[in-house]
């Protein structure tokens, strides 16, 4: 089943714009990561944020986390023509590492040059 | 540094039939996962292996089984083929099976069941 649910489904912006893209999930976490997929390959970790964090940065990446909302969002500044791609939260449950990664269906991205 | 290979890339198979999905992790990576997913959708966990043993699983029948091997490259078998299998297939390697540690994805095969 899926347990992150990622808003908007597809986002198109110009390029140099921001895109924001957020994540709602429903069971207690002990962390969030963020994934990127070009088109029909493997996926890409992008950033990590725990449960005790509130936000996180990685170059034009910047993740927030919000666990009274079970929410996180994901803001890519300054975009460019090769951020074009899939991006996924995938969260990793109190269970520990060995449950497994549960993701969302993924926000589409698309940076129009 | 090795990233993760799969192999093959892509399969064809007739509903009934048994595959065998391979991959070798990332250069000093000892934990392999495996995830399905299907079109249009995000990546669903099959199982974990660690240490040559599946030490976690998700929502999936026995006919999804595995094996690590010494040098932590794995397979994944899938048996009695249905349709809905269809799917790209991600292994993905990690140091330790720490809820911190990022997956390393290879990039699929990518497996159409007729």
């Known amino acids: 089943s899926q347990q992150g649910e990622e808003d908007p489904q597809a986002l198109s912006i110009q390029e140099g714009e921001n895109a924001t893209m957020n994540c709602s999930y429903k069971t207690s976490i002990n962390n969030l990561q963020w994934y990127r997929q070009n088109s029909g390959r493997g996926l890409v970790h992008l950033i990590l944020i725990r449960s005790n964090e509130r936000e996180k940065h990685s170059g034009r990446l910047r993740v927030t986390l919000d666990t009274s909302k079970k929410s996180s969002s994901l803001l890519i500044t300054a975009s460019r023509a090769a951020d074009t791609a899939s991006y996924f939260c995938?969260?990793?449950?109190?269970?520990?590492?060995?449950?497994?990664?549960?993701f969302g269906k993924g926000t589409h991205l698309i940076i129009q040059p | 540094e090795t990233g993760v290979t799969q192999s093959p890339t892509h399969l064809i198979k007739t509903r009934g039939q048994q595959v065998t999905l391979r991959c070798s992790s990332q250069?000093?990576?000892?934990?392999v996962s495996w995830y399905q997913q299907a079109l249009g959708q995000g990546p669903q966990f099959i199982f974990q292996?660690?240490?040559?043993?599946?030490?976690g699983r998700g929502n999936f029948p026995p006919r999804f089984s595995g094996l690590q091997f010494p040098n932590y490259s794995s397979e994944l078998n899938v048996n009695a083929l249905e349709l809905d299998d269809s799917a790209l297939y991600l292994c993905?390697?990690?140091?330790?099976?720490?809820?911190?540690?990022?997956?390393?994805f290879g990039n699929g095969t990518r497996l159409t069941v007729t």
């Open positions: 993905a390697s990690s140091l330790g099976t720490g809820r911190y540690s990022p997956l390393h």
């Open positions: 292996y660690y240490r040559e043993e599946e030490n």
């Open positions: 250069s000093g990576h000892n934990t």
């Open positions: 995938a969260t990793g449950n109190s269970g520990g590492g060995a449950d497994g990664l549960t």
